[in-house]
C-alpha cells in the first residue's frame, strides 16, 4: 500500500504544482535525463516544488563552470585549469538563481554562447569527475530531482525512479526559441534548430558519459504535451514508484 501523509498546507508551489495533495514518505532520487527542449527543466522544477524535494539542474552547473571559465580568461581545452576551476568552485542554485564564486549568472548563462561552451565543457572528462562528485553530494540524502543527460546512467544509475524526456526536433526548437530565460539568442527558428541539433550530436557523441536512455528509463515523450499535462502524467508515475518501494 502506498502511504502519504497530509500535504504540507504552509508549503508554496508554482502554478498548479500546488494540486499535488500528498508526500512520499521514502526520501526518493528522481533522475530526469533528456535533450534540451524536452521539457526537463520544466517539469524537474515544478515535480521538486509540488513534492517539496530539492531541485538540482546538472547543466547549470556545466554552464557556471564554462561561464567562470571564460570569465578568468582560461582556454575551455585546458583540461586540467577548468577541472580546478570547478572543484574550487563555491557553486549555488536556490530559488532558481544560479551563482558561481559570488556571480549571479543565472541570465548570464542561458546564451547561445554559453550553449556553445558549456558543451565543450561537458565533454571533458576531469571536470565531468568532479562535477558527478559534486552532483551526487548534493543528491545523496534523496528528495531531490536532478536533471541532466546521465543522471539515470552515471551519476545516480540506481535511481529508483528515472524518466527520459524527449520531444520532436521541431517542438524542442519552437520551445527554445520561446524560452524566455534564454536571453540574447535569436528566436529563427532555422537557426535554434540547427543549433540544437549541433549540440544533441556533441552531447550524445562524447566518449564519457554521453546522452543515453538508462535501460530502466521510463520513456516519455512530450511533444504536444503542456507542462500541466507532464507533471500530472510524471506525478502518477512517481506515485505508483513510491507505492512499491513505501510498500
Ligand atoms: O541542460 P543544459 O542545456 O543546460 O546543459 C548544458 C550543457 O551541459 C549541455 O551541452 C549538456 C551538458 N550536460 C551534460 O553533459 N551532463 C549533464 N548532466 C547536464 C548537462
Redesign the pocket.
Known amino acids: 500500500m502506498a502511504r502519504t501523509v497530509a500535504p504540507n498546507s504552509q508549503r508554496k508551489g508554482r502554478g498548479t504544482a500546488r494540486c499535488y495533495t500528498g508526500r512520499l514518505l521514502t526520501p526518493l532520487i528522481i533522475a530526469i ?1 533528456g535533450p ?1 527542449g524536452s521539457g ?2 520544466t517539469l524537474a522544477r515544478r515535480l521538486a516544488d509540488a513534492l517539496g524535494y530539492r531541485h538540482v ?7 557556471a563552470v564554462a561561464w567562470r571559465a571564460h570569465q578568468l580568461g582560461y582556454a575551455l581545452d585546458d583540461e586540467p585549469a577548468v577541472a580546478g576551476l570547478a572543484a574550487r568552485a563555491v557553486l549555488s542554485q536556490d530559488d532558481g538563481r544560479v551563482t558561481i564564486d559570488g556571480h549571479d549568472v543565472t541570465r548570464a548563462i542561458r546564451t547561445p554562447d554559453i ?1 556553445q561552451s ?2 565543450r ?2 565533454r571533458l572528462p576531469q571536470v ?1 569527475a568532479v ?1 558527478v562528485a559534486r ?1 551526487r553530494e548534493l543528491g545523496a540524502s534523496g528528495r531531490v530531482v536532478m ?5 539515470g546512467t552515471v ?1 545516480f544509475p540506481g535511481a529508483p525512479v528515472k524518466l527520459y524526456l524527449d520531444a520532436s526536433a521541431e517542438e524542442r526548437a519552437r520551445r527554445r526559441a520561446n524560452d524566455p530565460a534564454h536571453s540574447g539568442g535569436r528566436t529563427d527558428m532555422g537557426h535554434v534548430k540547427s543549433a540544437m541539433a549541433a ?1 544533441d550530436e ?2 550524445s557523441t ?1 566518449t564519457v ?1 554521453p ?1 543515453q536512455m538508462a535501460v530502466d528509463a521510463v520513456y516519455v515523450d512530450t511533444t504536444g504535451w503542456d507542462a500541466d499535462a507532464v507533471l500530472a502524467k510524471v506525478l502518477a508515475l512517481v506515485r505508483q514508484r513510491a507505492a512499491t518501494i513505501d510498500d
Open positions: 535525463d534540451s526537463k527543466g539542474d546538472t547543466g547549470a552547473m556545466y554552464r550553449d558549456a558543451a565543457v561537458a565531468r562535477l552532483q536533471e541532466g543527460r546521465d543522471i551519476v549540440r556533441s552531447d562524447r558519459a546522452l
